[in-house]
């Protein structure tokens, strides 16, 4: 009796395993086969308006930035529209061109009915600082608004806010490390971007620093030896591959538009190929500093710069 048992359970078992193969089986050709709407994926609505040819940016620093802290940002910002030869590939002007190639140039195109390639670039207009913070060391988001607006942007350009580490912006650290907004009626876009050292490190300069949450790995050597401000440029690049594709809320973007996806922020906390939550993929090391990095930019300068979403191929493309 005890032999017929055994057998029979041996039996079960065996068709278990075959039915569990064949619903796996299933389910992944479900997977092949299925195609995401095309309406719910990041794309370009028509209408919409991008930033596009020579953008003017205007720079407002709040509070206290040293010497070197507003270098390694502005380094970034020439780095954009580099020439080729200024920078080793992958470069930041490779990863601004993939932004004007697959985004902002078909629009451009459009709207000009093809009349003469584009490019655009970022031309730094003015620098402004507020050390003695003239709003407070606590600010809403209203009052980041009007301290853009103090930079008097330009038509078609862009007002950028950077608040240092001891200034408190509401929301920081609580889901927003950054933000981009615009006043419509004046064409023109604006950036916030905060000084993450004290306040929030592990949410806004993550993988500079170890995560809030999740597995604690130790963090990677920023690049230009400053958490905070190496944090900075990876969100500000972010905002302003948002800033100039959406720059009012109309033009590329993926869900709502209140809350939307955009060209970066479609592919959080990508940096390298293999990335995953917690992980943020095979990077370039400095073999002198051991500094992780996926950018080369102007000046000798190292970066690293979040994952675009590749309309082409509707999935994140990160530069190594």
Known sequence: MAVVSSKAVVLLAVVMLASTAQLCMGARRRMEL???????????????????????????????????????????????????????????????????????????????????????????????????????????????????????????????????????????GMGRCSMHGSDAGAGTAYIWVGNP?????????????QPAYGPQDPPLVAPNGDVGVDGMVMNLASMLAGAVTNPFGDAYYQGSSDAPLEACTACTGKFGTGSYPGYAGDLKVDPATGASYNASGARGRKYLLPALYDISTSACSTLV
């Open 34 to 172: 299925y195609r995401p709407d095309p309406a719910d994926m990041l794309s370009f609505h028509n209408g919409g308006a991008v930033l596009h040819g020579d953008i003017p940016v205007s720079i407002l620093w709040y509070g206290k930035f040293s010497a070197a802290q507003k270098s390694v940002i502005v380094d970034f910002l020439l780095s954009l529209t580099a020439e080729p030869q200024a920078a080793a590939a992958p470069s930041v002007a490779q990863w601004w061109s993939t932004i004007d190639q697959q985004y902002i140039s078909p629009v451009a195109s459009a709207s000009s009915n093809g009349a003469g390639k584009e490019t655009t670039r970022l031309l730094l207009a003015s620098q402004l600082s507020d050390e003695a913070c003239s709003m407070g060391s606590s600010l809403t988001l209203a009052q980041i608004t009007a301290l853009a607006a103090t930079t008097k942007p330009q038509r078609g350009g862009i007002a950028l806010v950077f608040t240092a580490q001891d200034v408190a912006v509401e929301g920081f």
């Open 197 to 209: 050292a004290m306040q929030c490190p592990g949410q806004c300069a993550w993988p500079f620093h």
